[in-house]
């Protein structure tokens, strides 16, 4: 019983899981949708709408068992022709509009075998698909609902199996769910679920001071915005390890940085335990490679460059960097935090006789032009979310040769490495490359690797039973508000 | 006479205003009796319009400091009253008529509204009554289409058109005393008579008392009771009217009565002539300068300036898609020529369209049809070059010399401008001594040059636009008016400057004027205007000798005599006031004329 | 009348045309929608950018685009948003409603309250209300419309708890974004309305006026205002049209859904169909208020000829 | 005394004030490096720090250990910069095409007063983006973009005002002396309507001051490591409910500098109106 009211810091305009890749459309939709799998905030795996499955032709095949008497919220009952219009549509022509199908390529098609079981027949062995089928474009949707009422009405009134159902959506404003009564695992707590999109920090912060919003969803809540949570007595601060890593990336083709020395010195001149301790609060970790701990293919053992401003000068003057040169660092002019950390970072440099200038990029032209054009100054903002918690899903994407985020680096060794890992169904195997690449990346300098951010979120003291995901992915079936 | 004498209305004590540290009233007093009229006159610039102001306190809004004395009204002390109290009084029980119409009427309401506020606040009338007694207001001034004209704004009204609605909105709520600063100065004669009477009438029956400013001293003999004679912002003489002008005291008083221009003083001569002139040296009057003739118009020569045909017209009223139903005929096929050295005057009723020729001369305003050329070539033929430089060789001096003068310039900037435009003088000490040079012919001092045009009194900002003219070295001079603001003494003054400027240097004016004595005493030829046609064109000796048409006449009668005991025959005119609005279509009858005379042509009556 | 109507019409059409074909090609030189789907961590290909492409159309030539748009606006279809395919009239419907209104309450606010503050200051110059109404106006331009609006929720929504924070709901919610608004308008407009004021009280009608024994509220509001109104409402007709494409700030700090988070939201995501929508829109509104400020000089002041 | 043809009047306390106040500042701006070297210096150990705690740090530090009054200080120079260079370009600009406009009126005024309506139908995050996005961020091109942004409000504001002041007896009577446009322009116009414009632009300075930040927001190339006041501002944003100093001083620094601006502004406004007061 009762009402929660969430602020999201963005409308994702639609909610049909294979238009988007905003976290904001999994924190609302993760109550509406759900897909075969599901992964909970203790980020484990378990049975979604399939109760169980299993591996066949070695990995090219997967045979699911699907939850009987499920039903959407329109009464719609859930079975395999579900399961298979779902893929259908995300693989045909609908899905081919949106950014969604690129993360399901893998799959060739669904056969139904009867009406509770389903085959997923692969082109090739996708070690994390399993993964992805717990999110985003993968959510099971309701057949004769968007066959009857059309793709742009289910847009803007999307039905799903979750534990609340869909009530309003008014854009730009927030969207209304209740709970939806005959739901599988049982009715939801709550009655009602609101969530308002407040893109102002401050604002969201406001709200939820003054008892309009229960909880903050990240990322919104400002490091700096932390101690007044914290000081009011209804309020509190949840904080997880997220996804979110942040790195500043080198240009390894020209200038001073194309000489790993050069970007080990630059490195070992900043002090990245301080910089998390302080201008993130410790709201962070520091990381050695591009990826949070809880990431496959993290490894505990890498430990990062040490901060040592006298070897760094004495890198630097091995090769034969005069004091006084100077390097451009380039951001992204709307993240507040790296504002903070670039300059902490130039003032590092500095003492090592390295002199940086920041240039803040409008977000789109920094992503559009300036990374994959490889027009960056000596070093730029690298930002990842990798929802999937999979090293692949960033690695490949940041070291491969000819990727957009990746301009500069061309290197056989590492292309074969992080091609040979992604037929791989072996875990163990996977994960070894996939520590092999950190170890190799973080030996080549390839980026000065900063931090991991929590996610933070904001929650009001009368909300119980509320475990913070690290991927925004907020199911709210237990939660219960005073 | 003092035995019966009632408290007075107004009592001026011992005034004395400074602007800063200049003293421009000093130790003023005189008082004004109910139902009489106190005439003040004297020298431009001596402080009339100051004290106006003084009563009224708006001086205080100009920064004038009261140094000393009291003015005592009923039984306040207005000098003491504050601006809550004056509020009841202004308008209601003291109205005042300003002297420059132009300025005084507010641009951006309409005429109605603009009495009609005086109305509904004092007399506490409803709109459509209050709009009722306007219209009667304007019709007792005798403005045409009094209906129309509620409708209209200041700047599509004449500059006697203006002066009229000053007065009716003056006259509205029958104050107990009129301050009347010049009140006729842009009234041609027959329309100032009427005004006059009018005023004399209100006076009897209300008792009002009045105070008159003016330099005509024909109107001070017929309307005043009192005269009080200003010089340098001092009280030096006052006395009973007949008094003052059988037996002037001081001597300024001398040398202004001795200036009064007299109609038909120059009966039987042939041209104009300038005549000595009467100044105080040392406090004495004495005769200065000679006697000439000024046989300066050159009529063989090609006329200076040739205007034929001239048709001007405003649109007065639109349908919604733009297509123009009335129109006002201010110019109807009017047609004359100005010859080097020669002074045509242009008389007329106020409103008959003389500004508009004047302007539409200067290219001020566009003439709907008709050829005007300069120098023998048509406007229409001019190239961009030759514009310019007639732009320098005719010279208009504006009705209105405030409107006409740029509030944010000192005056010197504004003389020098014609300099400075067409390189007449070169070196900004050379063009500041030619500066100087203008402002003391003009009877203004080379100090005047710093000062802005509203530190000026009326007089003097009018003679600074005569200077301004004469800067520009220029052939033939438009003169607007340009006297009609200045005592009798400076305006002697000037007209001997325009002859002797005419002698010198072959100068032509057209000379646009209600006075018509010295009209008779400037001009070569004369025009008289009506409704927008010339009614008769001749010598003027033909003019004022042998007038034949029906409206010369009617203007010569009505010209007031500067003698107190003569005897006034003032006909009213009466009936329909002609309505220059008309239907598009049904436009006015162009009347043929007829020359009886050698050179005079009059309009055969349609 | 009519015939500058309709030449006004005509003009107001090379406006729209032109500023739609401005913004649309600009916008196209400083980014790709399609590779801004793809933020918040997909990994993309080439193949999945040209996909999309394909899929909202920015794969065709400029001007294909371009008069695909002429094309649906003359049937008042702008088309849907590249985030989400919401028709971008309905989104637009909602937004042009809440700024217009916002900006209204605002500019009325601020006009309430400059007209008489800036008469005020202009007829007791150099004394100490003058000073004052100058200094105090002064605050609100030297802090940004953010702090402002920061301080306000703080001391109205979370200390007193009196009004709402942020949104758009009933009159309660416009209080604060609209007086944030009005504050800063303000401060601009004391001052003008002081200045004009000044250059008007000198005049001598405002003395006749004074003569006729009017009131000195009359006098001033009524003969001196409206010869110096042309700056004003000049100014307030420039401000008007600033409100309605420009309080994004506020706007966000108020969780307002108007046309200025719109405008803002469909340039970071580079959404050219809302952001063509939005700039058409607006670009008629300020044609339409400048049209009405260019009459507006026409009946306050009839010397000018409205041509 | 013999009068002078200048009205200007230095002895008003409005002079006097504003002159001091705009000199002391931008005095302080231009001599930072000397009074205050080092203001960029990041100490984490000293962060936010209240003001008046350490006489290091009078004002207090900022969330980087900065001292706020260096650095303060040392953000006017851009902040100055940027503020006065990018109204006066739009001043100049607005002004001339404003008095062309209104003067001429016709066919140029038609044309100007459309490119004034697209110019104000461009919403300024869009030109921003746009603009900044097609040639490139600097300090150049912030302030081009300012004054492109801008010159429509002085147009407009002008052009408004000539239509009523070109039908005005004294601009008549002008021409008829033959006075060339231009100078009937510059001399009898411009005096008579600078009023207003003079107010907005000593208002405008502070607005783009702030602008300026809201660039840097936007991800226009300003290096944030270079203070200025609107940057100050904008950092200090999120620390408004716990460090209140971080943006209340850079405030206060926008606040000095328009009063003296507006103090100069208003004493230049009654400098050249002579109307209502008396020529010694
Ligand atoms: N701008 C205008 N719009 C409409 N009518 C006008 C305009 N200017 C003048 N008129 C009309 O033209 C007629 C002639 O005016 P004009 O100023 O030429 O008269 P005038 O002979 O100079 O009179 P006065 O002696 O009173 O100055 C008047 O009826 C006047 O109302
Ligand atoms: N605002 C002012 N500031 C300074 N001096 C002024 C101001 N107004 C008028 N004066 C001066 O005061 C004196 C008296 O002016 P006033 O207007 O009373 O003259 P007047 O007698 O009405 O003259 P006229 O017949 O020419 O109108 C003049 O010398 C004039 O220059
Ligand atoms: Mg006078
Ligand atoms: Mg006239
Ligand atoms: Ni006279």
Known sequence: EGKLTLSSSQDPGSWDPIDTFLVAWAAVSTNIFEGLTYRGPDMELVPGLAESWEE?????????????????????????????????????????????????????????IDDYTVDMKLSTPDPVLLTKLAGYGAMIVPPKYIEEKGEDFFNLNPVGTGPFKFVSYEPKVGIKLEAFQDYWGGAPKLSELEYRFITEPATAVAELQAGRVDIVIPPIIPIGMIPVIDADPNLEVVSVPGPTVDALRFNTRDGITADPKVRKAIIMAVDRKTIVDSILAGQGAEIATFQSALSFGHDEELAPLPYDPEASKKLLKEAGVEPGESLQIDIRGNDATMNEVAQVVASYLQMVGLNATIKPYETNVLLNDIIPQGKTGAMFQQKWGGWTFDYDNTAYSMYHSGEKWNPYEKD??????????????????????????????????????????????????????????????????????? | ???????????????????????????????????????????????????????????????????????????????????????????????????????????????????????????????????????????????????????????????????????????????????????????DVTIQAQILTIMRELQKDLGMGMVFITHDMGVVAEMADEVVVMWKGKKVEQGPVSQIFADPQHPYTRTLLAAVPRLGSMTGEEFPKRLPLTVLENDVPTVVGEERVQDTARYNDVPLLSVKDLFVRFDMRKTMLGKVTHRLSAVSKAGFDIYPGETLALVGESGSGKSTIGRTIQQLQTAHLGEISFNGRSYSAMSAADRFRMRQEVQYIFQDPFAS??????????????????????????????????????GLSSAHADRYPHEFSGGQRQRICIARALASDPKLIIADEALSALDVSIQAQIINLFMDLQAERGLAYLFISHDMAVVEKMSHRVAVLYLGQIMEMGSRRQIFETPRHAYTRRLLSAVPVADPSAERNVTLMEGEIPNPVRRVGDEPAILAHEEIDPGHFVAKSA | ???????????????????????????????????????????????????????????????????????????????????????????????????????????????????????????????????????????????????????????????FNLLPPSGMGGIQSYIMPAFTMAVILTATNVRLVRTAMLDTL?????????????????????????????????????????????????????????????????????????????????????????????????????????? | MAATTSSFRFKSLEFILGASLTVLICGAVLLSDVLFPGAEKVNLLSRLVPPLTDIQHVFGTDPLGRDVLARVVAGGKISLLVGFTSVFGAVIFGVFIGLVAGYYRGFWDMLLMRFADLQLAMPFILLAITFIAIVGGSLTNTIILLIVSQWVQYARLVRGSVLTLREREFILSAQAIGVPDWRIILQHLLPNLIGPVIVLMTLNVANNILLESSLTFLGLGVDPTI??????????????????????????????????????????RDSLDPTGRTTG
Not at chain 1, 80 to 90: G, H, I, W
Not at chain 2, 34 to 63: C, F, Q, W, Y
Not at chain 3, 205 to 226: Q, T
């Open chain 4, 227 to 268: 203070p200025s006041w609107g940057g100050m501002l904008a950092d200090g944003r999120t620390y408004l409910q716990t460090a209140w100093w971080v943006s209340v001083f850079p405030g206060l620094a926008i606040l000095l500098t328009v009063l003296g601006l507006n103090l100069l502004g208003d004493w230049l």
């Open chain 1, 56 to 112: 066949l032709d070695e990995g090219k095949r997967i045979r699911f068992k699907l939850r009987q008497n499920v039903s959407f919220h329109n009464g719609e009952p859930f079975n395999a022709e579900a399961v298979k219009y779902t893929f259908d549509r995300l693989l045909g022509e609908e899905g081919a509009k949106g950014p969604q199908r690129s993360n399901y390529v893998a799959v060739e098609s669904v056969e139904v």
């Open chain 2, 1 to 187: 006479m003092t035995i019966k004498q009632a408290k007075p209305l107004l009592a001026v004590e011992g005034l004395s205003v400074e602007f800063g540290n200049s003293r421009v009233v000093d130790d003023l007093s005189f008082v004004v009796q109910p139902g009489k009229t106190v005439a003040i006159v004297g020298e431009s610039g001596s402080g009339k319009s100051v004290t106006s102001l003084s009563i009224m306190r708006l001086a205080d809004t100009m920064g004038a400091k009261f140094a000393a004395g009291r003015i005592v009204f009923g039984d306040r002390d207005l000098l003491k009253a504050s601006q809550k109290e004056m509020r009841t009084i202004r308008g209601k029980e003291i109205a005042m008529i300003f002297q420059e119409p132009m300025t005084s009427l507010n641009p951006v309401f309409t005429i109605g509204d603009q009495i009609c506020e005086v109305l509904m606040l004092h007399e506490k009338m409803g709109k459509a009554a209050a709009m009722a007694e306007a219209r009667r207001l304007l019709d007792m001034v005798r403005l045409p289409d009094s209906e129309q004209l509620l409708k209209r704004y200041p700047h599509q009204l004449s500059g006697g058109m203006r002066q009229r609605v000053m007065i009716a909105m003056a006259l509205a709520c029958r104050p107990m005393l009129l301050i009347a600063d010049e009140p006729t100065t842009a009234l």
């Open chain 1, 412 to 482: 056989e060794t590492l292309d074969k490495l992080l091609e040979s890992q992604r037929p791989l169904t072996d875990r163990a195997e996977r994960e070894r490359i996939l520590k092999e690449i950190g170890a190799y990346v973080a030996d080549r300098a390839l980026e000065l690797p900063l931090y991991n951010t929590n996610a933070i979120y904001g929650v009001s003291k009368r909300v119980n039973n509320f475990i913070a995901p690290p991927d925004n992915r907020l199911k709210l079936d237990d939660v219960t508000v005073e």
């Open chain 3, 202 to 307: 000198q005049s001598q009608y405002v003395m006749v006026a004074r003569a006729k024994g009017l009131s000195e509220s009359k006098v001033l509001y009524k003969h001196a205002l409206r010869n110096c109104a042309i700056p004003l409402i000049t100014y307030f007709g420039l401000q008007f049209g600033g409100l309605l494409g420009g309080i994004v700030v506020i706007e966000r700090v108020f969780n307002w859904p108007g046309l200025g988070t719109l405008a803002f939201d469909a340039v970071a995501a580079r959404d050219y169909p809302v952001l063509q929508a939005v700039i058409t829109v607006l670009s008629l509104m300020i044609v339409g208020i400048n049209l009405l400020v260019d009459i507006a000089y026409g009946l306050v002041d009839p010397r000018i000829r409205t041509e």
């Open chain 2, 405 to 442: 003068l740029d509030p944010r310039k000192t005056v010197g900037f504004s003389i020098a401008e014609p300099i400075n435009t067409h390189g007449l003088v070169s070196g900004g000490k050379a063009v500041r001594r030619r500066v100087d040079e203008l402002l003391e012919r003009v």
């Open chain 3, 1 to 159: 009348m009519a015939g500058f109507l309709v030449k006004r019409f005509l003009q107001a059409i090379f406006v729209v045309i032109a500023i739609t074909l401005l913004v649309s090609f600009a916008i196209r030189l400083t980014g790709d929608p399609a590779v801004t789907m793809f933020q918040g961590g997909g990994s993309m290909t080439e193949d999945d950018l040209a996909r999309i492409r394909a899929a909202l159309g920015t794969d065709k030539p400029f001007l294909v685009q371009y008069s695909d748009f002429l094309k649906g606006m003359l049937t008042l279809d702008f088309g849907r948003s590249f985030v989400g395919g919401t028709q971008v009239s309905t989104l637009i419907g909602k937004a042009v409603p809440a700024t217009l209104m916002l900006a209204f309450v605002s500019m009325a606010v601020s006009i309430a309250l400059s007209i008489p503050l800036g008469i005020m200051a202009a007829t007791r110059k150099g004394k100490g209300v003058d000073q004052a109404i100058r200094i105090f106006s002064l605050i609100g331009l030297s802090f940004p419309n953010f702090w402002l609006a920061t301080m306000l929720v703080l001391l109205f929504s979370i200390t």
